[in-house]
């Protein structure tokens, strides 16, 4: 069964940090991509960053400059390292993986939990 485990979310000031974490359970393989979502309240999920295996990392607009994707080498877990927060980031924070599960035999999107991020004073 397939998990993906999301942590570092939190309450922090405008101007501050936070790093997220999201590990899957070692039964995706063929890892494709890996990347954060969010969704503030009455608003669609975005993208937020995402890093692909052979290609570039991408970013949101809103966040390029402040924030930072990266993966550990065996394609466990990605992060998020969050810098000069704003208000506006403010948001439930998903990641997602594509790959293939184990015994599966199509790739496709596995999700995390969440993880609340609030920006505020």
């Known amino acids: 069964q397939v998990q993906l485990v999301e942590s570092g979310g939190g309450l922090v000031q405008p101007g501050g940090s936070l790093r997220l974490s999201c590990a899957h359970s070692g039964s995706i393989f063929s890892i494709n991509a890996m990347g954060w979502y969010r969704q503030a309240p009455g608003k669609e999920r975005e993208l937020v960053a995402s890093i692909t295996r052979g290609g570039p990392m991408n970013y949101a607009d809103s966040v390029r400059g402040r924030f930072t994707i990266s993966r550990d080498n065996a394609w466990n877990t990605v992060y998020l390292q969050m810098n000069s927060l704003k208000p506006e980031d403010t948001a439930v924070y998903y990641c997602?993986?594509?790959?293939?599960?184990?015994?599966?035999?199509?790739?496709?999107?596995?999700w995390g939990q969440g993880t609340q991020v609030t920006v505020s004073s």
């Open positions: 997602n993986i594509f790959g293939r599960a184990k015994g599966s035999s199509y790739s496709g999107h596995y």
